[in-house]
């Protein structure tokens, strides 16, 4: 089945809010707790498409001394965003800041970890952005990026549309649709971390719905690395 693009950006204020006001507690906390596994106690890290910032304070309140810049290019998630990091009191180690993740403005191996969450599936052509990750993360540093994999039929994606529950609305299931519509596959997801060169990263199916793209800090040994190396 064909990829069918959405839009790049959600930056409309009614969209924003409705975002924010969605669920994701449970994947946004898993997603937490894998960046923490992933790196050392004191970090530098960057997060691209940080949307209203939920990700980056539900590190943080683990993790006091990780520092984190999240970049979007949603103005009005921004805004959101950082009222969020206000209210929770994280503004010393939370910055937000508008930027193109396919064009990132710092400098070559800045930070020790980039993180990003359901934002490839946005992306027209993501290999810019997967280029930008190996010049601004360092030698040394971590990557998690995970995102929904498009199923095989359309048929896969209004069940799983469906089984989301009855607490989203239509439109809310809507957008869940085009967004499976917009993702890749496993393979495509394997084939484009190749082309950017991204080295030692490991790419796995880590749900129903999606797949991870990971690498451990090479200073911090585990034994919970999945063992399917790309």
Known sequence: MQRILEPEVMDSAEEAVEYDAMDFTEVNTAFAKRAIELASTSAIVLDAGTGTARIPILICQQRPQWHITGIDMAKSMLEIGRKN????????????ELADAKGLPYRDEQFDMVISNSLIHHLPEPLPFLQEIKRVMNRDGAILLRDLIRPESAEIIN?????????????????FRDSLYAAFTLDEVKA????????????YQSSDRHWTAE???SIKLSLSSPSNEL
């Open 215 to 217: 690498k451990y800090c």
């Open 192 to 203: 484009l971390i190749q082309q950017a060169g991204l080295p030692d990263v490991n790419v």
């Open 85 to 96: 990091v206000d209210n929770a009191g994280l503004q010393q180690q939370i910055k937000l």
């Open 159 to 175: 069940n799983l549309v469906e089984s989301i529950g009855e607490e989203y609305d239509e439109h809310q299931k809507n957008l």
